[in-house]
Each structure stands twice: as C-alpha cells, then as structure tokens.
C-alpha cells in the first residue's frame, strides 16, 4: 500500500506505467501475509514488483505498449511471471515500453514517453524504459524486462539501477509478446545488484512449454557474490573504445577500469573484429523474425479490429494500419523485404552467416579473459525528441549491446558514475554463455 501511494506520487511526472494494478497488488499483499505468517518464506514473498507490459498477465490488460492491444486481457500467465508469483511476489502493474520493444527511448510507445527520473526532460532509454525509470524512482522493487538488442541494459545504464540480460535460453520466453524470437531474453531490473542475483535465480531454469529454454543446472547466483575478483581477467576489445566515444562516457569507463586493477583484476586487449556489421545484421535478423511474428495481429483472434471495412482484406489491412505505430510498420516492411523472394539469399541469409562470424568473435576472445568490460551506450540519456526523426541515429545507440544478443551470450549493466550533468551512466560486463555468476561476481564486487 505504501508502495501504490509512491506510484501514485510521481506517476505524473515520470509515468512509468501502462496499467496499475491496486486490486492485485493488495491480494497478492495479503496472500503475502498469509504466507509469512505460516512462516512459509521466500526470499521474493511480499516483495512489491512491476513488469513491462509485453509479459501477459492472466487478467490483467497487456498491450505491448500498442494500440493494437489496447483491449487485450490474456488468458493465461507468463512463466516468469508465473515464478515470481509462486514465490510470493506482489504485482503492482504494467510497465511502459516503446511499442512491441522496438527502439531505444520508449517514444515509440502509444501510451506516451516515460521520463527519465534523474532529468525528466531526457528519455529512460528503451525498450523497457518504464521498467528502469520505476526502478529509479522507487515505484517498485524490482521489475522483469526483456532484452532483445539492449533493452534491458541501456534503460539500466540510463536510469541508474542494474540490468542483467540473461544467456539465450536461460529464462523462459512462454507468455511473453515476440519481437524477435531468436534475440529476445527476459531478465531483471533492480536497485542493486544483490537483487538482481536473488531475481535472476527466481525466473531460470528449464521450461517445458519453451523449448528455447535450456536445461541447464541453475546456479546459486546469490552464493556467486563473493566480493572478491582477484585474478578475474578482463578483456577490452578496441573496437569499442573508438575516437568519439562521448567524453563522460569514456571517463567513467576509466575510472571504472582503475577500480577494477585496485580490486585485483588483470586488463587484457582483445578484438571483437566483426563488430562494425553488428548493428546492420542485427536490423536485418531483427525486423525479419518480427515482421513474421506479428503477421497475427490481424484483427481477427485478438486486438484492435476496425469499425469500417467492407470485406475481409480491408478489414486486416485497415486493423493493421490504425493499431500499429509508426515504428513497428517501418520494421514490418524492412522484414518483410529482408524476407521476400529475391532478397532473401542477399540479405537474411547474409547476415545469419555475419550473425556466426560474430558468435565467434566472442568465442575468440573469452578463451583469454574471464569477462569483457565495455560502455554500455555511446552517451547518457538524450532529449525527448532528439532523435525521433533519424531512426537511424537511434539504432546506432545499441552499438555496444546489440552483438551480445547475436552471440546469445550475458551481459550486466552497472552504474559506474555520472556525466558532468548529472546523467547516469553505466559499464557493461559481458560474460560467457551461462556466466551469469562471474558478471554477477564482478558486478557486484564493482558496485
Ligand atoms: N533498440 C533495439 C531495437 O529497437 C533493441 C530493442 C530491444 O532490445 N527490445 O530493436
């Protein structure tokens, strides 16, 4: 209840959410109760929570931040959601993100852009923008989001709280809205990074109504944080600390470098030398898997349909066109040409073949180092508006995040200072496929 009155405090100002949700929040709080009274305690059991509004959430509405979902209440639950429920987590509501995860900033939303709490006139980042800027302004303890080019980690990084993008397949993705199905991974936002171990262990593991999802043994992650790295070996590939990074960007990355020597850790140069296509493979990867994955919202099953069609083409196209924002038609038509008859070979095929080259890149150089330490976006939080008419401008800022979800490896985001404005900024810890413990461990060890 404390926590619904907060949200309620600075939702106009910052407007992390697509839906509160009192009347769960408060059952869920009192189950809680019930349940720490029979002494029957999870480390999660009354622990207020929001997610991103692209989980479904059995009976609460979910619109992926779109129009086309305004009117969608889910007839079941997310696995994830599922867990943390399970473990006693209280639901406070749906968060805000750009529409069906696309983009950087969160003003592809159709609920409007969340502000960045540390400076309301700069965006959260994106996509899960509501997800960091809850974290920041206390509306939650924790909140899931997903994570599909550097959605978790870039809204972490600009926001000021951790971000931890699990290894593909490490958390279920039943239940939760595809964009690009072989890049998406939930994971959580948190204050620090002891939550986000203690959130991490509760949405892992196997799930077999996600045949992505690995089963694989998972870790104790809260055992991981040791508080010591001594000997851990870092790795700084060169193709990421160019001419041109942002000069707060760069600073706060050398301090966070000396930290790192103090606390015993050993820097090693390496080269990730495919990253230059990283950002033109993951566009074409991305808008193919999504224009594909959101051919079913037709008008017919779900969502949005139009008042004012005669026959059934017009009814889909016109559904189509009122429910979708901009962005996600230009995503929808860049697949769908990346996809066609033609361009297929030219194109998708292409960049899987650069998507490889990549992977292997990473496998490279993690044969040398424990970890490798980067930015994790290229400047701290950007003006409302300052990038909306160069789209391209905007992927640009996922530089830094996007080759670790085509190697389908893990990667943390964790603040590391400030710019001379006052800006959050954070490092990014990239780690071996199910390392999540040592960027954990390091992460922790750091903060
Ligand atoms: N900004 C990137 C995009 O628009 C990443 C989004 C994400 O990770 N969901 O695709």
Known sequence: SAMLDRIETVEPQIGSFITVAPEQALADAAAAD????????????GIPLALKDIFLTEGIRTTCGSKILNNFVPPYSATSFEKLKQAGAVLLGKLNQDEFAMGSSNESSAYGCTRNPWDQTRIPGGSSGGSAAAIAARQATATLGTDTGGSIRQPAS???????????????????????????????????VTDSAIMLAAVAGHD??????????VPDYLAALTGTIKGLRIGLPKEYYIAGLDADVQSAMNSAIETYRRLGAEFVDISLPHT???????????????????ARYDGVRFGHRTENADNLLEMYCKSRSEGFGAEVKRRIMLGTYALSAGYYDAYYVKAQKVRTLIMRDFIQAFEGVDVILTPVAPTPAFRIGEKTNDPLQMYLSDIFTIPVNLAGTCG???????SADGLPIGLQLIGKPFGEETILRA???FE
Do not use: M, W
Request: hydrophobic share 40%.
């Open 276 to 294: 230059d296509y990283a950002v033109a493979t993951y566009y074409l990867i991305a808008t193919a898997e999504a224009s594909s994955n959101l």
């Open 412 to 418: 943390i985001s964790v603040p590391a200072g400030f």
């Open 208 to 217: 077999p109504k996600d045949s992505t999802s690995v089963d694989v043994a």
């Open 158 to 192: 600009h926001c000021g709280c951790v971000g931890l993008k699990p290894t593909y397949g490490r958390v279920s993705r039943y239940g939760v809205i595809a964009y690009a199905s072989s890049l998406d991974q939930v994971g959580p936002l948190t204050r620090d």
């Open 443 to 445: 992460a922790h060890a």
């Open 34 to 45: 019930r349940r720490i009274a029979a002494k029957d305690i999870d480390l999660l059991t």
